[in-house]
């Protein structure tokens, strides 16, 4: 009899516990991928309250885009436009905003031009080398960003070498002369993780004027890099460093060519951060960032414009210094307080010789 009583409760609880597994799994659910930017902490994307997008790697390759700004083409919530191909002036917009209400960073350097005519940033010459993912914010973001950011957030970050040492090497052509190729290299030890990227792309173009025959060139080169220094269990030191220099033809307007109208654009981004985990329920994070814009434009006289003769330059820094401290005081909640400075500056010059 008792033999029979411990038979019949093992039975009842194999399957009390059966259901209780069962019942748990019904309750789990995906949260989603980790996302930084929407609270500069790592959260689950579902436990976000703004309608977030991210464009992970594998998708960027999958999407056979060469540019990010062609990967954002295909995001929720974001129109785009750009004056021809090839460097073209590209303007994105943000769930209907203005440009300049929508904040670009790589790596969390600011982009936005303090130069241009709204503060906003053109994304044309932006390359998918070295990218980890693009995280896209929609919605007003200024609590955390400022005014740059009334629409959303655009975030670009790198990628952390991981493992042995490996290359990647990518070579593409195609019509009007055109051609890329790209270098990749990576890795990390138990102390230093790095990452760099080398790309080179040349066009001869087309003419971007309705009835023009000149074709309009175009030259990017970008070098894209992550280095990290693990300087003892609990705290380490990051670097980034970004810069693209780009030579592209211009026309006179959407109908008439011009042989000799060029714009340089130099864009270079750099940041050095310290983090460090003080105690189980405090970390910190000091930052310090630079970036500079330099738009140079030269329009000398040529058969079509005989007496023209223009030249005119846009540069434009900012500079950006960052404390944040982070206290996860629950497992629901993370109260993040901070300091931060920013300074901006611009200056321009033009002449005109007719």
Known sequence: MKYRILVVMAILVLVTSYELRAEERALRYDLGKIIVTATKTETYQAEVGSASTIISEEEILKSGKTSAFEV?????????AQNGPFGGLASVYLRGSKPGHTLFMIDGIELNDPMSTDRSFNPAHLTIDNIERIEVIRGPQSTLYGSDAMAGVVNIITKKGEGKPRFEVTSQVGSCNTSRESLWFGGSTKVIDYSL???????RGISKARYGSDPDGYDNTTISSRFGWQMYDEAKLNLYLHFTDTQTDLDDDAFEDDPNYTMWDRQFASKIEFLQMLQSWWDHKFSFSYSDITRKFRDEKDPIDKTEDVQSWYKGDVKKFEWQNNFPVFDWSTITAGFEFERERGSSYYRSRT
């Not at 954002?72 to 785009?80: E, F, M, R, S, Y």
């Not at 990227?197 to 066009?203: C, D, G, H, R, V």
């Open 72 to 80: 954002l083409k295909d995001t929720p919530g974001i129109a785009v």
């Open 197 to 203: 990227a080398f790309s080179e792309m040349n066009s």
